[in-house]
């Protein structure tokens, strides 16, 4: 499956923004999708992921209840709504798919994961 996410950009502390990313080549319903983000030099670290069905959601302690993963299977898309943005929270943010059926983990690690898309920019400035 390839990935392609957008809707990064540039946005004051406190704003929002939606970042999506579409796959293709795939059947998008057999995928467990993530999120991650890098910051300048800093490690790639995990923000959110989203069972196949959209109805289990897990997320980093640092965006919980600021973000927002969801995933529309018809589109073929995964969201991640981003609000009351900081400045901690600049970094290109990944797109992940994940194969494995696996109920024994949260998904948080990047080596769970097979697919990546190419990354998006988010700038928040204070």
């Known amino acids: 499956v390839q990935l392609q996410a957008s809707g990064g950009g540039l946005v004051q502390a406190g704003g929002s923004l939606r970042l999506s990313c579409a796959a293709s080549?795939?059947?998008?319903?057999?995928?467990?999708m993530g999120w991650f983000r890098q910051a300048p030099g800093k490690e790639r670290e995990f923000v959110a992921t989203i069972s196949r069905s959209g109805v289990t959601t897990y997320y980093a302690d640092s965006v919980k209840g600021r973000f927002t993963i969801s995933r529309d299977n018809a589109k073929i898309t995964v969201y991640l709504q981003m609000n009351s943005l900081k400045p901690e929270d600049t970094a290109v943010y990944y797109c992940?798919?994940?194969?494995?059926?696996?109920?024994?983990?949260?998904?948080?690690?990047?080596?769970?994961?097979?697919?990546w898309g190419q990354g998006t920019q988010v700038t928040v400035s204070s």
């Open positions: 992940a798919a994940a194969v494995s059926y696996s109920s024994s983990t949260r998904f948080s690690l990047m080596r769970e994961y097979d697919h």
């Open positions: 080549g795939g059947t998008f319903g057999s995928y467990r």
